[in-house]
Structure formats: C-alpha cells, structure tokens
C-alpha cells in the first residue's frame, strides 16, 4: 500500500476504534444505572410528600415487601423495622392486593410489636401504587374501644380513693366550726385540711392523668427522644425531695442512648419511679439510676435500698392504689397511682418494666424501650424491645 495512504487509514481506524469504546462504556453505564434503579428503587413521585403530611399510619413498600417510606404513626404504632413490616397480617393482606390488583380495607387488632400486651386497634387500607409498589395506610380506632374500659376505670377509681380525702375535708371542716374560739385548735384542723387538699388534688390530677394514657394514643407527635436529658429532668424534678432526706440521687450508665416517643411522658414514668424509690428508702440512704443499651434494647433502672416487696407481692404493684406500706404511703402522701401511670407509659411506648426486689435489701425497676435507630424510612423500633409489663 502507498504510504500516502496509512496515516488517514490509521486516523479512520483509530476514530472507529475510539468511538467503538466510547458506545460500549456508554452503554455499561445504562445498564448499571437500570441495574441500581431496579436493586434501590425510589418512592413515586409525590408519596414523599403525601406520606409525610400524614397523621396516621402511611407507608410505601417496594416490589420485595421493603419499606421505602413510613410515616411517624407508622413508627409510632411498632408497624415497622429495619425496613421491613413487623405484623404477619399485614404482609398476608399486601401480598393479597399484589394477586388481586384491587385494594382492600379491613379492621385488625395488632401488638405494638413482636411481644407484649400493648395492642392497637387499626382499619388498614392497602392498594396497589402503580406497577410495582404497594400503599398502606393505617388509621388507630383503638379509642373507640377503650372508652367504655376507661369510663368504667374511672368510676371505680373515683369511688374507690376520693371518698377518704373528701371525707376528712368534710370532718375537718366541722371541726373548724367547733373550735373557732381556740386558736391553736383551728391551726392544727386548717394544717390538715391543707394537707388534705393536696392529697385530693394530687389524686384528682393522678385520675386524670391515667385516664388519659388509658383513653387515646398519646403518641400523636413522637419524636426521637434523647435518653440521657429524660434522666436530667427526672433527677431535677426529684432533687428537692431527696435533699429533704438526706438522700443521694446518683445517676450513669451507658450515654447517648436514644428512644421513640414522647419526652414529656417519659420524664413522667422516670420521675415517678425515682420518686418511689425515695418515698420508700430509709434517710440518708442513696438511690441509682442507671442507662444501659444493648441489642436494640434501652434500659433505665431506678434502685432504691428501700423496705423492698414481698414476692407475694410483687405481680400486684402496677395495680391502681395499691400499695406495698398502706400506711407509710399515705403519711407521704402518695396515692398508689405513680406505678400504674409508668406502666401505662412504657407500655405506650412499645416497650415494658420490670420488678426486682429482696425485702429489706430494696428494690430495682428497669423501664426497657425500643432504641431509636436511623435508616431510610427513619426512625425505626428494634424487633426484640417491644414487650409486656411483667
């Protein structure tokens, strides 16, 4: 061949070569985007925003039962984790609807997780989301139910515990009408009427307070809640009292735990077991409060050196007005109501609390909380921290 002729030949060549390699790493990078969009696939467009303004449940599963979107009522009622639902009944009625292609609506009463005794009542909705995603919408009915229990609760209680402090109200004001000519006689009645109308207004509030967690999920605007400022404001809350004692309140453990809920509450459940454990506790004695997490598991343990519960006992201290010293309770002015609003709360809160106790060496109460961890659909519960008052 001319040797005039080579270097356009090798010009053409090596341009056909070139843009040979050109289309095939084109062409690879195609395939790797399809092959990322169908192995992480996105949420629809627009269910982002429609999932977030929701105040129920809302999620958005993929074509393998992933959870890509959920919405804070999803967490909030123990729907979901790592990425996945956690009820069977849910799972059965969205693989049903992908069989069908039609959406279906039905009434369940579902655990707030894989074990324990909180449950919610929820009417879900399940339809199909374009070709391959699947809508599930959740809306709590579980008040409807609650409310004749609660109604009937509150009743007893109120029949049960208020006629003492309305009672002695009643004598106390009689008394004060006979003794209006001695001073030191009207003082010493006016000291314990005031006293028995904090009781009574303590009780009231206490009432109500249970009333409330009992008639509806208190959970409508949870959050992640950090671990260590509930102990803060729980030890604050209780600092006055147990300096009256010369009792020490010495809290540690492991920090940066996070949970799910509501802070408020949850600095309630705290302060009333701290609370306890110092009504209990001899003077100048000492109470620990403890934070620990493993395995998904938050655990807060509040331990007194206190007069501890009998065995025979021990299944009954979450009851409404019971208590274990009938007698020092109410020399305090407790109203055997703190242990019951922290089971309520806990169990609220998808998890469970717990009773240790040897009588004369005191006692220990462990509050254990799903941890809060992050992922693509938020927040989530851990599978084996939802659990039953024991």
Same mark, same amino acid.
């Given at each position: 061949?001319?040797?005039?002729?080579?270097?356009?030949?090798?010009?053409?060549?090596?341009?056909?070569?070139?843009?040979?390699?050109?289309?095939?790493?084109?062409?690879?990078?195609?395939?790797?985007?399809?092959?990322?969009?169908?192995?992480?696939?996105?949420?629809?467009?627009?269910?982002?925003?429609?999932?977030?303004?929701?105040?129920?449940?809302?999620?958005?599963?993929?074509?393998?039962?992933?959870?890509?979107?959920?919405?804070?009522?999803?967490?909030?009622?123990?729907?979901?984790?790592?990425?996945?639902?956690?009820?069977?009944?849910?799972?059965?009625?969205?693989?049903?609807?992908?069989?069908?292609?039609?959406?279906?609506?039905?009434?369940?009463?579902?655990?707030?997780?894989?074990?324990?005794? =909180?449950?919610?009542?929820?009417?879900? *909705? !399940? &339809?199909?989301?374009?070709?391959?995603?699947? +809508? @599930?919408?959740?809306? $709590?009915?579980?008040?409807?139910?609650?409310?004749?229990?609660?109604?009937?609760?509150?009743?007893?209680?109120?029949?049960?515990?208020?006629?003492?402090?309305?009672?002695?109200?009643?004598?106390?004001?009689?008394?004060?009408?006979?003794?209006?000519?001695?001073?030191?006689?009207?003082?010493?009645?006016?000291?314990?009427?005031?006293?028995?109308?904090?009781?009574?207004?303590?009780?009231?509030?206490?009432?109500?307070?249970?009333?409330?967690?009992?008639?509806?999920?208190?959970?409508?605007?949870?959050?992640?809640?950090?671990?260590?400022?509930?102990? =803060?404001?729980?030890?604050?809350?209780? *600092? !006055? &009292?147990?300096?009256?004692?010369?009792?020490? +309140? @010495?809290?540690?453990? $492991?920090?940066?735990?996070?949970?799910?809920?509501?802070?408020?509450?949850?600095?309630?459940?705290?302060?009333?077991?701290?609370?306890?454990?110092?009504?209990?506790?001899?003077?100048?004695?000492?109470?620990?409060?403890?934070?620990?997490?493993?395995?998904?598991?938050?655990?807060?343990?509040?331990?007194?050196?206190?007069?501890?519960?009998?065995?025979?006992?021990?299944?009954?201290?979450?009851?409404?007005?019971?208590?274990?010293?009938?007698?020092?309770?109410?020399?305090?002015?407790?109203?055997?109501?703190?242990?019951?609003?922290?089971?309520?709360?806990?169990?609220?809160?998808?998890?469970?609390?717990?009773?240790?106790?040897?009588?004369?060496?005191?006692?220990?109460?462990?509050?254990?909380?799903?941890?809060?961890?992050?992922?693509?659909?938020?927040?989530?519960?851990?599978?084996?921290?939802?659990?039953?008052?024991?």
């Amino acid at each position: 061949m001319d040797q005039a002729w080579l270097v356009p030949v090798a010009i053409v060549f090596g341009f056909v070569l070139g843009a040979g390699a050109v289309v095939a790493v084109v062409a690879a990078h195609r395939r790797g985007q399809r092959a990322v969009a169908v192995a992480t696939p996105t949420v629809p467009e627009g269910a982002d925003e429609v999932i977030d303004s929701l105040e129920s449940a809302g999620i958005v599963l993929d074509a393998s039962n992933n959870v890509l979107k959920a919405s804070t009522g999803a967490l909030a009622f123990g729907l979901v984790w790592n990425q996945a639902l956690v009820h069977p009944e849910l799972v059965a009625l969205v693989d049903q609807v992908r069989r069908s292609g039609d959406p279906i609506g039905r009434e369940l009463h579902l655990s707030r997780g894989p074990f324990g005794e =909180a449950s919610i009542y929820v009417f879900v *909705r !399940v &339809a199909p989301l374009g070709t391959r995603f699947v +809508l @599930v919408l959740a809306e $709590d009915r579980t008040e409807s139910y609650r409310l004749e229990d609660v109604r009937r609760d509150f009743v007893a209680n109120v029949s049960h515990e208020l006629k003492t402090p309305i009672g002695a109200v009643s004598l106390l004001a009689e008394a004060l009408e006979s003794a209006a000519k001695e001073p030191d006689e009207v003082k010493r009645f006016a000291k314990r009427l005031s006293i028995e109308a904090e009781r009574l207004a303590r009780i009231t509030h206490e009432i109500i307070e249970l009333s409330r967690l009992q008639a509806s999920d208190v959970l409508q605007e949870a959050a992640t809640v950090d671990v260590d400022a509930v102990i =803060a404001q729980a030890v604050d809350r209780n *600092r !006055v &009292a147990a300096e009256k004692h010369g009792i020490a +309140l @010495v809290s540690g453990g $492991d920090a940066g735990s996070e949970v799910f809920g509501d802070a408020g509450l949850l600095v309630t459940a705290v302060h009333n077991l701290i609370a306890n454990a110092i009504q209990y506790s001899p003077d100048n004695s000492r109470v620990g409060i403890g934070v620990s997490h493993s395995d998904g598991i938050v655990e807060i343990a509040v331990t007194d050196q206190g007069v501890g519960i009998p065995e025979s006992e021990r299944d009954r201290v979450f009851e409404r007005f019971f208590r274990v010293d009938a007698a020092r309770s109410r020399n305090t002015g407790g109203t055997g109501l703190g242990l019951a609003i922290v089971k309520h709360v806990v169990q609220n809160h998808g998890g469970d609390v717990r009773v240790w106790s040897h009588p004369g060496s005191g006692s220990t109460f462990t509050i254990r909380l799903p941890e809060a961890a992050a992922g693509p659909a938020g927040p989530r519960f851990h599978p084996l921290t939802l659990g039953a008052t024991t």
